[in-house]
């Protein structure tokens, strides 16, 4: 089992940045693709980033692409999102998710339990 918490949310204006963390217990990481992905209100759950267990491959959804960073530390069992140029429609809550990786939720077998993100305009 592998538990995951999230950390680093918050309220910024537009234009700011926040960093996000997802600190893991229970099992390593480093056998992990570690996702990130936000839900909107009203809104399905949808793909953000996605880092592979060595953090040699990274992808990014195309609306986050160029303004938000995913990186790990394997060492440490942390994954963190780095968001810069926030924008309103980024307002979500985000979790980190671990598994096999992919970009739908299928793909991640477990979950944190989120962190609200709130941009205002």
């Known amino acids: 089992q592998v538990q995951l918490v999230e950390s680093g949310g918050g309220l910024v204006q537009a234009g700011g940045s926040l960093g996000l963390s997802c600190a893991a217990s229970g099992r390593t990481l480093s056998s992990f693709v570690m996702g990130w992905f936000r839900q909107a209100p009203g809104k399905e759950r949808e793909f953000v980033a996605a880092v592979s267990e060595n953090g040699g491959n990274i992808a990014y959804a195309d609306s986050v692409k160029g303004r938000f960073s995913i990186s790990r530390d394997n060492a440490k069992n942390t994954v963190y999102l780095r968001m810069n140029s926030l924008k309103p429609e980024d307002t979500a809550v985000y979790y980190c998710?671990?598994?096999?990786?992919?970009?739908?939720?299928?793909?991640?077998?477990?979950w944190g339990q989120g962190t609200q993100v709130t941009v205002s305009s």
């Open positions: 998710a671990a598994g096999v990786g992919g970009h739908y939720a299928r793909g991640y077998a477990y």
